[in-house]
């Protein structure tokens, strides 16, 4: 079975722009979470969608968004880039959520923000 | 808000020794603590997780000890091998809420 894919798996953006980030879970995952990965900050969460709906939302402000479509697959915007949001994205996959389920995490996205 | 704490934040073990790091949880209704192991520039992997209805669950050389009364749990990694060092993710989740993770131990076994 096919792991959890990111793309692009780097980006290099100026302050101000936007990005999307987007990530396709395992085949039959319906929950799609991302973080962001920072030196010394662990994982922080951002946001869990379950088929389609936005089911949990971390501690960040309204310039990080997300979808997901119909297929499971998971989008995640962040606009009006700052230089604070250069980080790893990571994205993990489960079968039915967080809690109680293992998470497969995808290879990330490394976002510098210049 | 809900927060799990974890230390140490590194330790530096030798070769064949054992490996303890531990992690505190503030929400009670905390079911499920997995944790994750992450080598560097890979991404995170899940080794062990444990339910709030055990505990302790063992793996090889790998244990997780949680004492709820308390609200913490444990990480044992015992006879040490260099492919051990990595940094080490506790976490802990109850169902239909978001995943806490801890700040993350980086781990170093000394050949």
């Known amino acids: 079975k096919a792991g959890v894919t990111q793309t692009p798996r780097y980006l290099i953006k100026t302050r101000g722009q936007q990005v999307t980030l987007s990530c396709s879970p395992i085949s039959g995952h319906r929950s799609v979470s991302w973080y962001q990965q920072t030196p010394g900050q662990g994982l922080q969460f951002l946001f869990e969608?379950?088929?389609?709906?936005?089911?949990n939302k971390g501690n960040f402000p309204g310039r990080f968004s997300g979808r997901q479509f119909s297929n499971s697959r998971s989008e995640m915007n962040v606009s009006t880039l700052e230089l604070g949001d250069s980080a790893l994205y990571l994205c993990a996959s489960s079968l039915a959520g967080t809690s109680g389920y293992e998470q497969f995490f995808g290879p990330g996205t490394r976002l510098t923000v210049l | 808000g809900e927060n799990v704490e974890q230390h140490p934040s590194t330790l530096s073990v030798q070769e064949g020794d054992s490996a303890v790091i531990k992690c505190t949880y503030s929400d009670s209704a905390s079911n499920y603590f997995p944790w994750y192991k992450q080598e560097l520039g890979k991404r995170p992997q899940l080794i062990i997780d444990i339910r709030s209805n055990v505990g302790e669950k063992k793996d090889q050389r790998i244990a997780v000890t949680l004492n709820k009364t308390a609200k913490h749990f444990s990480l044992h990694i015992t006879e040490t091998q260099p492919e051990d060092s990595a940094v080490y993710f506790c976490a802990a989740s109850k169902p239909g809420f978001k995943t806490i993770f801890g700040a993350g131990t980086r781990l170093f076994v000394k050949a």
């Open positions: 969608y379950f088929s389609e709906t936005q089911r």
